[in-house]
């Protein structure tokens, strides 16, 4: 079975800044895809950024970006120029190839400040 | 260009009873999947329905149950309610069965008495 860790529970940043926020996971497959979803409080998942495994070539969407390490099997999602409005909960998230079905990790909270 | 709907907001139910969460997929969108996502904690997967059949099941006891109908549209049913029932029910539809990207819902917020 896959796993999902995120190895940190909460962060903070100053607007304008960048941040990392780091995900490891665990499988067998070699064909998987990796997202980053962002959840605020008003509760709606929303996709963040796709990687695709079989691509070496680090997935990216304006001011987000990730590290795909893939022997590593690790994640990380790099905001720049945080905003007010990326405060939020980060879920990174695991799919393997043919299927559906996402594995989440427990999450890390982001809050960007003044 | 409607997102996907889910239906109610909040509920409210006590212990043995049975509840119907409801979801229309985004426009375009043929699959439907489900993902129970307790307080804290990340969504876990419940069940996909693709073609009006279920073709993913996570680990979930019998008690969970969903329906697709021909317009694409989909349920949850959960019967014999416990109290660790309580959470947020989220719907992500697809096009496609596999590795398309998800788009959620707002959920339904389940409370159990």
């Known amino acids: 079975a896959q796993t999902v860790t995120q190895s940190q529970p909460e962060m903070s940043v100053q607007e304008a800044e960048t941040v990392t926020l780091s995900c490891t996971y665990d499988?067998?497959?070699?064909?998987?895809?990796l997202f980053w979803y962002k959840q605020p409080p008003s509760r709606q998942m929303i996709l963040v950024i796709r990687?695709?495994?079989?691509?070496?070539q680090n997935a990216t969407e304006n001011r987000f970006s990730v590290n795909f390490q893939k022997a590593a099997k690790s994640f990380s999602l790099k905001i720049s120029d945080s905003q007010l409005g990326d405060t939020a909960m980060y879920f990174c998230?695991?799919?393997?190839?043919?299927?559906?079905?996402?594995?989440f990790g427990t999450g890390t909270q982001l809050k960007v400040e003044l | 260009d409607a997102g996907v709907t889910q239906s109610p907001t909040h509920l409210i139910k006590t212990r043995g009873q049975q509840v119907t969460l409801r979801c229309s997929p985004k426009?375009?969108?043929?699959?439907v999947s489900w993902y129970q996502q307790a307080l804290g904690q990340g969504p876990q997967f419940i069940f996909q329905?693709?073609?009006?059949?279920?073709?993913q099941r996570g680990n979930f006891p019998d008690r969970f149950s969903g329906h697709q109908f021909p317009n694409y549209s989909s349920e949850l049913n959960v019967n014999a309610l416990l109290l660790g029932d309580s959470a947020l029910y989220l719907c992500?539809?697809?096009?496609?069965?596999?590795?398309?990207?998800?788009?959620f819902g707002d959920g339904t917020r389940l409370s159990i008495l």
């Open positions: 426009s375009g969108h043929d699959t």
């Open positions: 499988t067998s497959e070699n064909n998987y895809y």
């Open positions: 992500a539809s697809s096009w496609g069965q596999s590795n398309q990207p998800q788009h």
């Open positions: 329905y693709y073609e009006e059949e279920e073709r």
């Open positions: 990687q695709e495994a079989y691509k070496q």
């Open positions: 998230a695991f799919q393997q190839g043919g299927g559906n079905k996402l594995t």
